[in-house]
């Protein structure tokens, strides 16, 4: 899973695997260390879940964003590329199918 950061705006890309698991688990995750300590660590997870609504939630260093499982489900598998959602503070939410490039 790729994480792009810019602004106000966060998007994760997934490969179609990826997608499969996330889907079949409920979970993918990832992380970053951030320097030389063990506990230097930043990690972020997408979750699925069974309510109606995302939500966002940030814990000493790991970042969970919860995503409807009605939502994941519908974009998963559609052809619709991208999965939006605008927190109520502003920050807009991406989740991306990252799909291998078409050659000419």
């Known amino acids: 899973m790729k994480l792009r950061i810019f602004g106000s705006s966060v998007r994760f890309r997934m490969r179609p695997p990826e997608v499969a698991v996330w889907l079949e ?4 995750s990832d992380g970053v260390r951030i320097g030389p300590r063990d506990g230097d660590r930043w990690s972020y997870r997408l979750e ?11 814990e000493s260093g790991h970042w969970v964003v919860s995503v409807p499982q009605s939502a994941a489900r519908a974009w998963a598998d559609s052809d ?4 939006d959602h605008l927190t109520p503070w502003g920050t807009r939410i991406t989740i991306e199918k990252d799909l291998p490039r078409r050659t000419r």
Do not use: N, Q
Not at 25 to 28: A, E, H, Q
Not at 48 to 58: K, L, M, R
Not at 80 to 83: E, H, Q, T
């Open 80 to 83: 619709l590329v991208s999965l």
């Open 25 to 28: 688990s409920g979970t993918v």
């Open 48 to 58: 699925v879940t069974p309510a109606a609504d995302w939500s966002i939630a940030v």
